[in-house]
């Protein structure tokens, strides 16, 4: 997203000027720095424990050790562990900052899995930490059961991070009370570029305190910062509490590298001495991988953010990477543009994917939106629009030439869900107002942020025939979490009749637009 990226702030210790001490929030014990392989003791899991990507029979289970440690996994039907299964993963070290997934695969479908995370000595497995627990449900493979996910993104953005005296990240509070069976974040999981200093003067005189690390303190450009800026957002006890219960579907977009990067880039920012988008790309991925549970991250997984997840056959989830394989942003004005902002190969992949889902929903995770025109800078644009109402031309090119594969190949129940640009909208693109007309109706969800500035609302691209039947953006840039309401969104698909429902939630809970959709339509 096009927004500032704040100035530079001076280094400091760990929770410095957010009254550290506040009962709001409970913090781990540990320090944001890696680990003191010295201390005594048994190995620690304060940072919690997350579980991604998962189906009707697996999924993955990622933890933080604050030392050397073994990693095992038992799972179970019930609360109690009897008849626990166990699953040995790897040795958690300094080569991956003390992190790691294990694998679970042959789970019941349909069912609650409980379980628990033990850290072992390497040297003396009977010397294991406090387990630490959760819980998710499996995907069904039959059609009766009904399903409920949220999606949302940007965290930590602008400068707003952690509040205590605003009780933290308490939007996934909110999301944990409704129990959904996974969390879609569409990107902008850290602000990389975006230093949280320990207080900000709001404009009505209030004062916002910042949680603050070493890491945050500036920008980040080594492998130690990146993992710091992950490893922030962890500080929050709501967010570790909605790890242990929801499982997640994770992407990522610009500010896990810096705002509008692209592939290539030399970047134009006095507060880098490292200029290289593709060197600070390659750094973030590592970190991002190292953060959390994706399985084309493991390393056999290909590398890759983009990918399938299959939540049964009412829902194939279709995780987009608008960032890695684009070509660099520019006025967008093209009449030939294979690369766009998907690569070429990730087109391919997409068409292919989409035609061979038989699920009744397909739901195309977009980190960035289709028809809204975001800026960089006087004279590019960041997405796939760029103000253009004609013909596609540029990156629109790509989208129109799979808005016309959907159509063509008879793909039925496609939805767009995105975040990126602090606001949340519904909007609907149909041919009968379209410059290009080869392509049938399909909506497009926009939810965010989850704790970060608001800003105002964008215009709309006319080439793929937009309307817009609701929007809440803010008035000005930037307004503060404790200004402007956070945004998330909720997708309830009903077993039996199969209608996917659509609802834009702003914190605490309330709903400001539903939409219902109906299956089996090509589009949408």
């Not at 129990?179 to 320990?198: H, K, M, R, V």
């Not at 900000?200 to 949680?211: F, H, K, Y």
């Not at 992950?230 to 570790?240: G, H, T, V």
């Not at 109706?441 to 691209?461: H, I, R, Y």
Request: aromatic residues 8%.
């Amino acid at each position: 997203m096009a927004q500032g990226s704040g100035g530079g702030f001076g280094r400091r210790s760990l929770l410095r000027g957010a009254a550290a001490g506040s009962a709001a929030l409970a913090l781990p014990a540990l320090s944001c720095a890696a680990p003191a392989q010295a201390r005594s003791g048994r190995p620690s899991a304060d940072w919690g424990v997350q579980v991604g990507d998962v189906t009707t029979s697996s999924g993955l289970v990622w933890v933080r050790s604050d030392r050397p440690a073994r990693m095992v996994v038992q799972t179970a039907a019930t609360e109690s562990f009897r008849h626990a299964r166990s699953w040995h993963g790897p040795v958690l070290g300094p080569d991956t900052d003390f992190t790691g997934v294990t694998s679970l695969h042959g789970l019941p479908s349909g069912e609650q899995v409980h379980y628990r995370v033990l850290l072992a000595d390497p040297d003396d497995p009977r010397r294991t930490g406090e387990p630490v627990s959760g819980t998710f449900r499996t995907a069904p493979t039959g059609r009766r059961t009904d399903l409920r996910f949220h999606w949302s993104g940007d965290l930590a953005g602008q400068g707003w991070g952690i509040n205590p005296e605003r009780g933290g990240y308490r939007i996934y509070e909110d999301m944990r009370r409704r129990n959904p069976d996974f969390f879609l974040c569409s990107g902008d999981n850290i602000y990389a570029d975006n230093p949280i200093p320990e207080r900000v003067t709001l404009p009505d005189g209030r004062i916002w305190r910042n949680v603050t690390t070493e890491e945050k303190s500036k920008v980040a450009e080594s492998l130690a910062e990146f993992r710091g800026a992950f490893r922030y957002n962890l500080l929050d006890e709501n967010l570790r509490r909605f790890n242990a219960q929801v499982p997640t579907i994770t992407q990522w977009d610009d500010h896990e590298v810096h705002n509008n990067w692209y592939p290539g880039q030399l970047l134009d920012d006095d507060r880098y001495t490292e200029k290289s988008t593709d060197v600070l790309s390659a750094r973030s991925l590592r970190a991002f991988s190292e953060y959390f549970p994706i399985r084309t991250l493991r390393p056999d997984g290909g590398g890759r953010v983009y990918r399938v997840v299959s939540h049964g056959p009412l829902l194939d989830v279709f995780v987009l990477d608008m960032r890695r394989y684009r070509n660099a942003n520019s006025p967008g004005r093209q009449t030939d543009d294979a690369q766009g902002i998907l690569g070429a190969e990730q087109l391919r992949w997409l068409k292919r994917e989409l035609s061979r889902s038989r699920a009744v929903w397909k739901v195309i995770a977009s980190d960035m939106p289709l028809g809204l025109v975001v800026p960089d800078g006087k004279t590019n644009f960041e997405a796939v629009a760029q103000g253009d109402p004609g013909a596609p031309l540029g990156r629109e090119l790509q989208l129109a030439e799979l808005l016309r594969h959907i159509k063509h190949d008879r793909v039925t129940g496609t939805v767009w869900l995105t975040t990126d640009v602090h606001y949340t909208a519904a909007q609907h693109y149909a041919p009968e107002r379209a410059a290009f007309k080869d392509f049938e109706p399909v909506w497009e969800f926009v939810s965010g942020p989850l704790n970060a500035g608001g800003f105002q609302a964008l215009k709309m691209d006319g080439t793929f025939g937009p309307e817009q039947p609701f929007i809440k953006a803010p008035d000005r840039a930037n307004t503060s979490p404790a200004e402007s309401p956070q945004y998330f969104g909720e997708v309830d698909i009903d077993g039996g009749s199969g209608e996917l429902t659509v609802r834009l939630r702003q914190e605490g809970g309330q709903v400001l637009f539903s939409k219902v959709l109906q299956p089996g339509r090509v589009g949408q």
